[in-house]
């Protein structure tokens, strides 16, 4: 590959020494060579810190930042600061990605001349199987299929920051939201809009792993209302911007979303809490019930804790 740029491989870290190994390895056997791994242990309490340093006194293309722990948002974006790519990707430190995938996805950006690419993925909950699978080369997405695309076949690749190759100029002035969960929901759809358009190969080249312990997973389990906020805040952005499509399909992800929350969490909420819930589905139940809709959609909306009664959010 001619004068190849350098692309910065961000891993934000904690606890995850069980699979640190793995993860590493897998992005220091990339076939792509000119790359700096920035390892950012985000104040792990287990041996992620001493392994962290073991790989940077084996390979000069390996920085560590060792800093107080403040979360996934945190981490990457003191990543991000801290690196010096062309091109940057994220890597989450329990997962591991196929080793042509950086090559695939910048030729990609080169052959379609785009500041943004994207890979699918498959999840395995133990080993990884070394699959590439799928035969889509790189079809080239404007943003407002982007933008729909959110909600349909590929929803979760699109979703997160992770399996995607982002020019610099994309991530320059979109910080991950620190202190708050569910950052992808935050930004995503904003890459989407700065890159203008993007290529997408259904090959699965991101290999995901969710843990118990990991910092997705940490935030995971803190109930209460951020992934509600998240997604209000990119209901109002595609209302704004004329995205009619995708503003539907948003709608309907709420709707959807605080009848599953307010049954799986409402004994964590206040009074306060469960009636900001109501009032928000109430809203939106208003808008969409000229469309088909079911009964437990009728129910909910005037009997929210009979509704919750009958398990209809498990």
């Excluded at 995938?101 to 030729?107: D, N, Q």
Aim: proline content about 2%.
């Amino acid at each position: 590959m001619n004068q190849s740029p350098l692309i910065s491989v961000i891993i934000p870290i904690y606890n995850v020494e069980k699979f640190l190994h793995e993860c590493v390895d897998s992005v220091l056997n990339q076939t792509y060579r000119n790359i700096e791994i920035i390892l950012v242990d985000d104040g792990s309490t287990d041996k992620c810190p001493e392994i962290c340093d073991e790989y940077a006194g084996s390979d000069n293309r390996i920085k560590v930042i060792h800093k107080r722990n403040g979360g996934l948002s945190d981490a990457r974006n003191c990543g991000f600061k801290a690196s010096s790519g062309e091109f940057i990707t994220f890597v989450d430190s329990d997962d591991c990605i196929a080793k042509e995938m950086i090559e695939v996805l910048y030729t990609l950006c080169q052959k379609k001349n785009v500041q943004l690419a994207q890979c699918n993925y498959t999840i395995k909950h133990n080993d990884f199987d070394n699959i590439t699978d799928g035969q889509e080369q790189g079809t080239l997405i404007k943003k407002e299929r982007c933008m729909n695309e959110l909600f349909g076949t590929f929803g979760t690749s699109f979703c997160v920051a992770w399996g995607k190759l982002f020019h610099r100029t994309v991530l320059n002035t979109i910080e991950f939201p620190v202190g708050k969960t569910h950052e992808d929901v935050y930004t995503t759809y904003l890459y989407f809009e700065t890159a203008g358009r993007m290529v997408f190969t259904t090959k699965r080249l991101y290999y995901y792993r969710q843990q118990e312990f990991s910092l997705k997973a940490q935030e995971k389990k803190r109930p209460g209302l951020e992934e509600l906020k998240a997604n209000i805040e990119r209901e109002y952005y595609f209302k704004n911007k004329g995205y009619e499509q995708a503003y539907i399909s948003q709608v309907w992800r709420i709707i959807n979303l605080i009848k599953y929350l307010y049954c799986l969490e409402c004994a964590y909420w206040t009074t306060e809490q469960k009636r900001y819930m109501h009032k928000e589905y109430r809203r939106r139940f208003a808008k969409m019930k000229k469309a088909k809709i079911s009964i437990e959609y009728w129910l909910f909306n005037f009997m929210p804790n009979i509704y919750c009664l009958f398990g209809r959010g498990e």
